[in-house]
């Protein structure tokens, strides 16, 4: 299917590692023109050698000073997808997590998409076309004990989705959450093959996959390529009456929780 990218140009935060790489790679295979991010120097470059193709930007996007970096790399281009990737899940707990563990978790997972959308939906506002795509969790609507003040962010950066939904109506602009489950990352695989073993699930992946996927009603976990391909979706002119949405990519699993 022809998603019509071509002549788009998407910035992708976060993008030089993980999921925000597949995305950079599915976008680039759509002929859009993908702007790849990365915190720290030398990332983005190494990203781009090995998708083969886009523009590195660099800038950490947890500041104000990062993220002008980021937008002054990004001068002279024409931004029309934003895809605000980036976000991390660092360890925490109620009793164990301070003030600035709170603080971080929102800087990284609330305001490095604010800062991006403020800089840039002047432009976007301007145009027929232009899509905003934030990366959030499950957890946003369905949070564990554990990393509170991660579900906390992305619970927050679920309602500035809706918000900035509505602020945009009547223009070009559409804007959805995609919201994944548990992801099969390399790391995940590594993880649960050594808890599988040690519990006599078998050796292999395809042995231990049903085990773990055992209350997902597809019976697996999702892929990151999945994930991607519903934010090139959502990013195309196809996606055009899809608007202030939370979509999950969780294989059903939080339908048997509600």
């Known amino acids: 299917m022809d998603l019509y990218l071509r ?41 781009v050698a090995e998708i083969g193709g886009g523009v590195p930007v660099t800038g950490d996007i947890t500041g104000d000073a990062g ?3 980021v937008l002054a790399a990004c ?28 603080l971080l978790a929102y800087q990284k997972n609330v305001l490095s998409a604010q800062r991006l959308i403020r800089a840039l ?24 004990a554990r990393m509170p003040q ?17 602020e945009v109506a009547g223009t070009g602009i559409r804007v959805n959450l995609v919201s994944p489950g548990l992801i099969l990352t390399p790391e995940v695989e590594s993880a649960w093959l050594e808890r599988g073993r040690a519990r006599g699930w078998g050796s292999t992946w395809a042995e231990i996959e049903p ?9 697996r976990i999702a892929r990151r390529e999945e994930v991607a391909d519903l934010v090139a979706f959502l990013a195309s002119p196809l996606a055009d009456a899809i608007h202030g949405q939370n979509i999950r990519v969780d294989g059903g699993a939080m339908e048997t929780l509600t």
């Open 75 to 102: 001068a002279g281009e024409t931004v029309d997808i934003l895809i605000n990737n980036y976000g991390t899940a660092d360890a925490g707990t109620w009793e164990g997590s301070d003030t600035e563990d709170w």
């Open 150 to 166: 991660y579900y906390a962010a992305k619970g927050a950066l679920a309602t500035l989705t809706i918000s900035l939904a509505r």
């Open 211 to 219: 085990h773990v996927a055992a209350d997902i009603p597809i019976r």
């Open 7 to 47: 002549g788009h140009t998407a910035l992708v935060t976060g993008s030089s590692r993980g999921t925000g790489l597949v995305i950079a790679r599915r976008l680039l295979t759509e002929g859009a023109r993908v702007l790849v991010h990365g915190l720290e120097p030398g990332q983005a470059e190494r990203a």
């Open 121 to 144: 939906l002047p432009g976007m506002r301007a145009r027929p076309f232009a899509r905003i795509i934030n990366l959030g969790t499950v957890g946003s609507t369905q949070p564990n």
């Open 67 to 69: 993220s002008a970096e």
